[in-house]
T-cell receptor
Framework: GESVGLHLPTLSVQEGDNSIINCAYS??????FIWYKQESGKGPQFIID?????DKRQGQRVTVLLNKTVKHLSLQIAATQPGDSAVYFC??????????FGTGTRLTIIP | GAGVSQSPSNKVTEKGKDVELRCDPI?????LYWYRQSLGQGLEFLIY????????KSGLPSDRFSAERTGGSVSTLTIQRTQQEDSAVYLC?????????????FGSGTRLTVV
C-alpha cells in the first residue's frame, strides 16, 4: 500500500540553529501535502501545506520544499526555539478524502 | 466552539468492557474523521463522515469498532469488548469540505487505556 515515511525518528538541534525534517512519500499521484506539529498531550496542529504544482512554500520561520522527482518533502524551521520541540508529521493526500500520515519525527531543541 | 472538542480526555477501562468516545467538531465543518495513534506511531485512519453521505469505514480494524454522527455534527466512536491492543490515543478531526484547505483541525484526543 501507499505510505509516507520519515528518514529519522529523532532529531536534536541547538537552540537558534535551523532544523530540517525530511519525509519520503511513495504515491506519485499525491497532490497535496501538509506538515503537522504535535506537542505532548495535544492533537496535531497544522503548520504549513503545499500542493504538487509548487516546489517551495514559506511561512513564518518555516519552509516546505517538495521534490516530486524523488518524492521527497522537507520542513525547514529557522532559528529554532524551545517551543519548537514536538513531534512533526508529514501527511499526503491523493485525491480522496483522507490524509495518510507518516510515523513522525521527534524534534528536541537543546538550550 | 472554537475548536474540535473530544471527551473524555482520558479513559481507563477493563478488558471486555464497551467504551464510547465523543467528538464535537467545529461548527459548520461538514467532514469529520477519526484516527488512532498508538504509542510512537503515526496516525491510523479509522472512519470518515462527509455530510449526509455514507461514511467511509474502510479503516475500522474490526467489527468491534463502530461510529456514528448524529445531525451532521457530534460523532461517537464505540469500541465493544475492548482489548488491550485497543489502547491508544483516539483523535477526531474536522474540515470544511473534501477540498482540503489547511487540512484538518484536530481535537486533543482521548487517551484510552485498556487494563
Amino acid at each position: 500500500g501507499e505510505s509516507v515515511g520519515l528518514h529519522l525518528p529523532t532529531l536534536s538541534v541547538q537552540e537558534g540553529d535551523n532544523s530540517i525534517i525530511n519525509c519520503a512519500y511513495s504515491n506519485s499521484a499525491s497532490d497535496y501535502f501538509i506538515w503537522y506539529k504535535q506537542e505532548s498531550g495535544k492533537g496535531p496542529q497544522f503548520i504549513i501545506d503545499i500542493r504538487s504544482n509548487m516546489d517551495k512554500r514559506q511561512g513564518q520561520r518555516v519552509t516546505v520544499l517538495l521534490n516530486k522527482t524523488v518524492k521527497h518533502l522537507s520542513l525547514q524551521i529557522a532559528a529554532t526555539q524551545p517551543g519548537d520541540s514536538a513531534v512533526y508529521f508529514c501527511a499526503e493526500n491523493f485525491g480522496n478524502e483522507k490524509l495518510t500520515f507518516g510515523t513522525g519525527t521527534r524534534l528536541t531543541i537543546i538550550p | 466552539g472554537a475548536g474540535v472538542s473530544q471527551s473524555p480526555s482520558n479513559k481507563v477501562t477493563e478488558k471486555g468492557k464497551d467504551v464510547e468516545l465523543r467528538c464535537d467538531p467545529i461548527s459548520g465543518h461538514t467532514a469529520l474523521y477519526w484516527y488512532r495513534q498508538s504509542l510512537g506511531q503515526g496516525l491510523e485512519f479509522l472512519i470518515y463522515f462527509q455530510g449526509n453521505s455514507a461514511p467511509d469505514k474502510s479503516g475500522l480494524p474490526s467489527d468491534r469498532f463502530s461510529a456514528e454522527r448524529t445531525g451532521g455534527s457530534v460523532s461517537t466512536l464505540t469500541i465493544q469488548r475492548t482489548q488491550q491492543e485497543d489502547s491508544a490515543v483516539y483523535l477526531c478531526a474536522s474540515s470544511l469540505s473534501r477540498a482540503f484547505n489547511y487540512g484538518y483541525t484536530f481535537g486533543s484526543g482521548t487517551r484510552l487505556t485498556v487494563v
